[in-house]
């Protein structure tokens, strides 16, 4: 089994920051890609950035967070980060961390987190 545990979340005001992270847990043998995606209340989850494999570690991001927003990883910790900069009220939305994991019985799953809420206001 393996636990994806998501942190950071929490209430900002416009233009402000917030750094979320997302630590990957238990029966793992290695990590593919690793991404955020949010979701708003009455909206479909939506894939906010993404980080592939750990030997190229390229990234893509929606248009809507282009400049704003930037992931990465720690692939010692297989831990995967979300810097949000110049926070928008429309960026107001849980978001939820997923893994593309390959565990020690060789399956490949996806896994994903929690969610943790963010909350952009004034």
């Known amino acids: 089994q393996v636990q994806l545990v998501e942190s950071g979340g929490g209430l900002v005001q416009p233009g402000g920051s917030l750094r979320l992270s997302c630590a990957a847990s238990?029966?793992?043998?290695?990590?593919?890609?690793m991404g955020w995606y949010r979701q708003a209340p009455g909206k479909q989850r939506e894939l906010v950035a993404a980080?592939?494999?750990?030997?190229?570690?390229?990234?893509n991001y929606a248009d809507s967070v282009k400049g704003r927003f930037t992931i990465s990883r720690d692939n010692a910790k297989n831990t995967v980060y979300l810097q949000m900069n110049s926070l928008k009220p429309e960026d107001t939305a849980v978001y939820y961390c997923?893994?593309?994991?390959?565990?020690?019985?060789?399956?490949?799953?996806?896994?994903w987190g929690q969610g943790t809420q963010v909350t952009v206001s004034s």
């Open positions: 997923n893994a593309d994991v390959v565990t020690t019985t060789l399956a490949k799953v996806f896994y």
């Open positions: 238990g029966s793992i043998f290695s990590i593919n890609a």
């Open positions: 980080i592939t494999s750990r030997s190229r570690g390229t990234t």
